[in-house]
């Protein structure tokens, strides 16, 4: 069966970086795109943006572009998200999420809390 | 990008139906049929209920149905139980090669 399994809470400090991992399993990891969603505390759910299998190029909403970087390593069916200039707006529960190839998302890690906070 | 407006709540009684709409733009909505609905329970991770607007994944019950007019997206839950009560969100792949999601919609069944 299809999990996507998701590295523990961090607590940062403004100004920082985060790095969150997400390990697939139970398909063909290099043959699906990988997203990335977030959601702070009591709100909606936010697309952040999408690696393909090659991991050449990714697709970001646009207020996220000058800081966040995603990447993949095919070795270990992960995949990364790393978010610089942390401000405590950052602060939420960070998704992963596999494309089910009809443009939406069909498996959803179990999430990781990225706590901004001086 | 602007998020999908859905209602913030909705409410209904056990063996009701009910009827969220998410309404968006020609760019996004409007302009595609790769609408998709999601439903979370508190603490959890959300779960994929509906995709392309209208066709249910293996496993979610056909009490889930889904449409599309214009602009606006909708979810239908008929039948209503106690398990159905969680938040949804819509989401739209959009112009810009991007993807959009509504605020949210608390469900109650009362």
């Known amino acids: 069966q299809v999990k996507l399994v998701q590295s523990g809470t961090e607590v940062k400090k403004p100004g920082a970086s985060v790095k969150v991992s997400c390990q697939a399993s139970g398909y063909t990891f290099s043959s699906y795109n990988m997203h990335w969603v977030r959601q702070a505390p009591g709100q909606g759910l936010e697309w952040m943006g999408m690696i393909t299998p090659s991991g050449d190029r990714a697709s970001d909403a646009q207020k996220f572009q000058d800081r966040v970087t995603m990447t993949r390593d095919t070795s270990t069916s992960t995949v990364y998200m790393a978010l610089s200039g942390l401000t405590s707006e950052d602060t939420a529960v960070y998704y992963c999420?596999?494309?089910?190839?009809?443009?939406?998302?069909?498996?959803w890690g179990q999430g990781t809390l990225v706590t901004v906070s001086s | 990008q602007s998020a999908l407006t859905q209602p913030a709540s909705v409410s209904g009684s056990p063996g009701q139906s009910i009827t969220i709409s998410c309404t968006g733009t020609?760019?996004?909505?409007?302009?595609?049929?790769?609408v998709s609905w999601y439903q979370q329970h508190p603490g959890k991770a959300p779960k994929f209920m509906i995709y392309?607007?209208?066709n249910r994944p293996s496993g979610v019950s056909n009490r889930f149905s889904g449409s599309k007019s214009g602009n606006t997206a909708s979810l239908t839950i008929s039948g209503l139980q106690a398990e159905d009560e969680a938040d949804y969100y819509c989401?739209?792949?959009?112009?810009?090669?991007?993807?959009?999601f509504g605020g949210g919609t608390k469900l109650t069944v009362l």
């Open positions: 989401s739209s792949y959009t112009s810009s090669s991007t993807w959009v």
């Open positions: 392309d607007v209208s």
């Open positions: 020609s760019s996004d909505v409007g302009g595609y049929n790769f």
């Open positions: 999420a596999k494309d089910s190839s009809n443009w939406s998302f069909d498996f």
